[in-house]
């Protein structure tokens, strides 16, 4: 029995556009997540002035959006940026610039901001997210989150 040429034809296509898809589905989730798949790139934002920072030691910025609050720290000559919301149960956390570290006043866990937000004591079982940032010209400019912010099924949606 011979097959209708164009089912044949259909089933072509189809699997020619099956492994388009599946070729560039790495390179979209690269771009999406790092090696542990906790790294999220957004699109660059302008979140403060370096210099700002160096004199006042610490600066509020929000980080990808307006709900999710963060600061940025000098850590050692260097500046840091972490999540403010505590991946415990999401309390706002506090720094403390004496033991670089930040604090939750609701279950009193604490996270290194000298280690990239490594969580040092306390109920949390996760890092902070670390905000990544680079310095241009003067200006701080967030262009990741790596780990999950609090109360998000995915970095990405918000
Ligand atoms: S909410 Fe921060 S330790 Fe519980």
């Given at each position: 029995m011979k097959e209708p040429q164009s089912s044949r034809r259909g089933f072509l296509k189809a699997a020619a556009g099956m492994t388009a898809v599946a070729a560039a589905a790495p390179a979209l989730l690269a771009s999406q997540s790092s090696k542990n798949g906790n790294f999220y790139g957004y699109e660059e934002k302008v979140v403060g002035l370096a210099s700002k920072i160096k004199g006042a030691g610490e600066m509020d910025f929000n980080y990808p959006d307006v709900d999710s609050p963060c600061k940025a720290v000098m850590v050692n000559g260097q500046i840091k940026a972490y999540s403010l919301?505590?991946?415990?149960?999401?309390c706002p956390i506090m720094y403390n610039a004496t033991k670089k570290a930040f604090r939750c006043p609701c279950h009193f866990s604490e996270f290194d901001a000298q280690l990239?937000?490594?969580?040092?004591?306390?109920?949390?079982?996760e890092n902070i997210p670390e905000i990544l940032v680079k310095i241009e010209d003067d200006k701080i400019i967030a262009y990741g989150v790596n780990g999950l912010i609090y109360g998000r099924e995915s970095n990405i949606k918000g």
């Open positions: 919301l505590c991946t415990h149960k999401g990239d937000g490594q969580m040092i004591i306390g109920q949390a079982t």
